[in-house]
Each structure stands twice: as C-alpha cells, then as structure tokens.
C-alpha cells in the first residue's frame, strides 16, 4: 500500500540536544508538509516542500529547519529543542497542492526533558 | 489570513441520531475546504473536499459562502463515526471536534 511512513513513532531528547524526525512517502507525491499539532489544538503548518523548492511559513521559529534529499524523504530537525516543542509532529503528502488534499503519517510524539 | 474555527469541542449524540459538526472559516479568495477524520490510534485521513460534492461513509458538507460555512452532517450516526473531526482550508486546520456516538 502507498502510505506515508514517520520515523521514530515516539522520540524523547533532552532541553536543547538536537533531533532529527524522518517522513518517507510511496506516492511519488510533489508535496511533502510538516505540521506541530500539541494537546487539544489544531495542527499548525511549519513548513512544507515543492518538489526542492522549499516553503517556510511566516511564524514558524529558526529552530526548525527542514531537508527534503529525494522526492521520498523529508526531515525534520529541531536544533535546540526546548519544552514549549514537546509535541505530536505530522507529516503530510499532497499531489501538487494541499488543494489535492494530504495524505497523513501516523506522527511522532516528541518529548522534551 | 485564513481562519478556521470548529466551535465545538465535542459532541455526543446517540445511534442513529443526526449529526452536525460546525465549520466556519474566513479566506480570501475562492475557499478549498475539507473535511478530516482521524479514527482512535488512527493517522489523519480526508473524509470530503468540498469541491467534490461527494458523501463518503454517509456523511456530506456543503459550502454555504453566504454563512462562511461548511458544516458536516450525517442523517443517522453510528457507534463507528467515533472520532476527532477536522476542518481544514486546506492547510489550515481547526482545533477539531470530538464525536462521540452512544449506544
């Protein structure tokens, strides 16, 4: 089956230790998305990838950057985690556009000690 | 900038009620609104693109402009429609609503 595949499911860092989360996708799809979703709230776009072009939304911190090496892998690296990132952290695929709708992975819960 | 608001935080209704989770956004231009599931211990799934028309598991949304909505609804609800609801235009996302149909 097609899916979008995160990696690790569950991942604990220490206050400011670097973290690195992996999204992989079988789609063959354009469009890979990074969101932040924390307890009870909305999940917030940081940023995603066209193809190589790389889109960063407005508000979302330097700590987070992102790499997309292939059109199936996307990470996400937090450089200096601190407890305020502690999160569910989605990755999402669409065709071309979110217009296409997003295929979603299953999340990594990150906790920071 | 785009807004999606999901006033409810959870809903119960019984089997075999009618169910209607509220959706309201504001967005500039032609709006691209979606409906998404997410089952427990599930990933996020679309359940309906409002350009679709579609129903999918008994459910529809239609986009009301003049109210700057696009409620879901379902005539009947079953035990299985469980579920947090997600309202998203297309990447923004509401907080979500919280199904819970009863026995």
């Known amino acids: 089956d097609a899916m979008v595949i995160q990696n690790p ?3 604990v860092t220490q206050f400011g230790k670097p973290v690195t989360l992996s999204c992989s996708q079988t789609l063959n799809h354009n ?16 940023f995603h990838y066209y193809d190589k072009d790389f889109n960063n939304e407005a508000d979302t911190p330097d700590n987070f950057q992102s790499r997309r090496p292939n059109t199936s892998f996307c ?4 450089r200096s985690p601190g407890l305020g990132d502690a999160a569910m952290y989605l990755c999402a695929t669409s065709r071309d556009h979110a217009g ?7 999340g990594t819960r990150l906790t920071v000690l | 900038a785009q807004r999606v608001t999901q006033p409810e935080k959870l809903l119960s209704v019984f089997k075999g009620a009618p169910v ?6 504001s967005y500039s231009g032609s709006p691209e609104l979606f409906w998404y599931v997410q089952y427990s211990r599930q990933r996020l799934q679309l359940l309906l693109r ?8 008994g459910f529809t ?11 879901l609804k379902k005539p009947f609800a079953q035990e299985e429609d469980s579920a947090m609801y ?18």
């Not at chain 1, 469009?31 to 940081?46: N, T």
């Not at chain 2, 209607?20 to 956004?25: A, D, F, G, Q, V």
């Open chain 2, 20 to 25: 209607e989770l509220k959706c309201n956004y």
């Open chain 1, 9 to 11: 499911r569950y991942q």
């Open chain 1, 100 to 106: 296409d709708g997003q295929f979603f992975g299953p």
């Open chain 2, 61 to 71: 949304a239609d986009l009301n402009k003049g109210e700057t909505s696009f409620h």
């Open chain 2, 50 to 57: 409002h350009i679709s028309r579609e129903s999918i598991k």
């Open chain 1, 31 to 46: 469009v890979m998305y990074w969101y932040q979703q924390k307890s009870s709230q909305a999940p917030k776009l940081l």
């Open chain 1, 75 to 78: 990470f996400l690296d937090i």
């Open chain 2, 86 to 103: 997600y309202c998203a235009a297309p990447e923004t996302f509401g907080s979500g609503t919280k199904l819970n149909v009863k026995p």
